[in-house]
């Protein structure tokens, strides 16, 4: 488990060290403080995090093991095209490897480029990446991270004001679906509001939510829903449609108290910091970054049937930008102060959740192993 936690330190050592240099120097990039863009930066992260990815062991998450047979016994005809592909090159070249390295190569080129287009800061971003798992996520679900990395990428599509440029945003959800069926979900992005969420919604959302969470007949009776409306969800879980539809009764009070927090900062950030007119922020995709996490927290109230869980990856993503805008936002505020408790509160946060999370071996990452 080391290696996990290496990761952040590594990072948070990094911001240190660029936040010192920016302040030693007096430079600060016209008057807005802490922006580290430096494309040597996204490099050197991107090829970390690739080889630890593409060179883990079969055993490293729990779907992943799955991949490695569709491999030796060549039996992936029935997944998604972009999927076979991949397999195709590496049965002619007879070599795992081959596909593990495209396969994490395209979902980590997709990510570092809506990385390095829309947030303000690329380390941050980076640890925002690592800490609320998103990267750890892909050494289980292989196929449905990539099409989650292509939506996050061309999400500022989406809060464009020209029509034209909106249609690019359905090419994307076309590609998305070459890598995984559930892509598909994705055009209800068009439906979601670009302006923020008010406050005196959120709260109540956030409540009624908690509230939906300890009824189980609730999220039966929603997963019996997703059943008729899902075909191919229900022909490929035919045999345990109880586990994906209905509610997972492992799921309590310990998993929804990481949550009420979550929601707990979302709701203050509704409040402070206020937009800034000059940063070198995307405002748009920031407040619609911000209606998309309250959707995936809302999402809690349905936590369990597998179904959602998977709707939620989607949703999930969106926690990069939030976070990095947020705090570069809280760095430039004029209350520092109080802009400095609230990241303290937030870091110390996902860096607690960061941890349980290893401690639970949530998509089976731990103990991490090369190659074998």
Avoid at 58 to 70: L, R
Avoid at 253 to 261: A, E, K, N, S, T
Wanted: aromatic share 20%; glycine share 4%; net charge positive.
């Amino acid at each position: 488990m080391l290696i996990y936690l290496l990761l952040p330190l590594v990072t948070l050592y990094c911001l240190f060290l660029s936040r010192a240099t920016i302040v030693k120097n007096n430079n600060m990039y016209n008057g807005e403080m802490f922006i580290s863009r430096n494309r040597l930066t996204l490099f050197l992260w991107a090829a970390i995090l690739l080889g630890l990815a593409a060179f883990k062991g079969v055993s490293v998450g729990t779907d992943y093991p799955m991949y490695y047979n569709f491999f030796l016994n060549k039996s992936y005809n029935d997944i998604e095209y972009g999927i076979s592909f991949i397999y195709d090159v590496s049965i002619k070249y007879n070599n795992f490897l081959v596909f593990s390295f495209f396969i994490y190569f395209i979902f980590l080129f997709f990510i570092f480029q809506g990385i390095k287009k829309n947030c303000p800061n690329y380390l941050i971003s980076i640890l925002m990446f690592i800490f609320t798992y998103t990267y750890f996520t892909s050494y289980n679900q292989l196929r449905q991270m990539i099409a989650v990395s292509i939506i996050f990428c061309f999400a500022n599509y989406l809060v464009s004001n020209k029509k034209l440029i909106k249609i690019k945003y359905l090419v994307a959800v076309l590609t998305a679906l070459l890598f995984h069926n559930s892509a598909i979900f994705m055009f209800s992005l068009f439906f979601i509001p670009k302006k923020k969420f008010s406050i005196r919604i959120v709260v109540p959302l956030f409540l009624m939510t908690i509230v939906l969470y300890f009824i189980p007949e609730f999220k039966n009776q929603i997963g019996n829903i997703i059943v008729k409306l899902s075909g191919s969800y229900m022909e490929k879980y035919s045999t345990n449609l109880d586990s994906f539809f209905e509610v997972n009764k492992e799921k309590g009070l310990l998993q929804l108290i990481p949550v009420i927090i979550q929601m707990v900062i979302v709701s203050l950030s509704l409040r402070f910091p206020k937009n800034q007119i000059g940063l070198n922020i995307n405002s748009q995709l920031y407040n619609f970054s911000t209606n998309l996490v309250v959707i995936n927290l809302c999402l809690y109230s349905l936590a369990g049937i597998e179904a959602i869980d998977r709707l939620q990856i989607y949703f999930s993503c969106f926690n990069i930008y939030f976070y990095s805008i947020l705090i570069h936002l809280l760095l430039n505020n004029k209350k520092q102060f109080y802009g400095q408790i609230f990241i303290i509160f937030i870091v110390t946060f996902w860096i607690l959740y960061y941890v349980l999370r290893l401690i639970t071996n949530i998509s089976g990452v731990v103990p991490y192993s090369f190659f074998n």
